[in-house]
């Protein structure tokens, strides 16, 4: 039994300790990816939404530059841009975009699906991520 008690507590303490050593890297990434966001659309006074918490799920039909996971998503006056880390980033133009639709409905902002139709390389591409307030989003991005 003795031996039991202290595989666990070892298992937890190894826990404990990955989770206070990855906790700040992975809030700098977000950090440098809202400062790298917030640049690309012109800075801070031109951002109309951003969320640091958006999980990419790439688009449709699939790319060979697809980000995926976690990351910041920003909108400004004429992109939208979403960043995993300021050197891995996606943007799309404004103008390409066809519609936007999200899974929630108006005036919720618990996390939901926000799905972006736009024009790339001559073909309509569907990226797709899921954050809080996606309605909002999708009516900042289809009005």
């Given at each position: 039994?003795?031996?039991?008690?202290?595989?666990?507590?070892?298992?937890?303490?190894?826990?404990?300790?990955?989770?206070?050593?990855?906790?700040?890297?992975?809030?700098?990434?977000?950090?440098?990816?809202?400062?790298?966001?917030?640049?690309?659309?012109?800075?801070?006074?031109?951002?109309?939404?951003?969320?640091?918490?958006?999980?990419?799920?790439?688009?449709?039909?699939?790319?060979?530059?697809?980000?995926?996971?976690?990351?910041?998503?920003?909108?400004?006056?004429?992109?939208?841009?979403?960043?995993?880390?300021?050197?891995?980033?996606?943007?799309?133009?404004?103008?390409?975009?066809?519609?936007?639709?999200?899974?929630a409905e108006a005036g919720d902002s618990g996390k939901a699906m926000l799905k972006v139709t736009h024009h790339r390389d001559g073909a309509d591409?569907?990226?797709?991520?899921?954050?809080?307030?996606?309605?909002?989003?999708?009516?900042?991005?289809?009005?």
């Open positions: 039994m003795e031996t039991v008690l202290i595989v666990l507590v070892v298992i937890v303490a190894v826990g404990v300790i990955a989770l206070v050593a990855f906790t700040p890297k992975i809030r700098d990434r977000q950090g440098a990816a809202a400062m790298f966001v917030k640049a690309q659309v012109g800075g801070e006074d031109n951002v109309e939404l951003i969320e640091r918490m958006a999980n990419s799920f790439g688009t449709e039909p699939a790319a060979d530059d697809d980000l995926r996971g976690p990351g910041v998503l920003g909108l400004g006056p004429e992109t939208l841009i979403f960043a995993l880390t300021p050197d891995k980033s996606t943007t799309i133009n404004r103008s390409a975009i066809v519609s936007a639709e999200s899974s591409v569907t990226s797709s991520w899921r954050l809080a307030g996606a309605a909002e989003w999708a009516e900042a991005l289809d009005g």
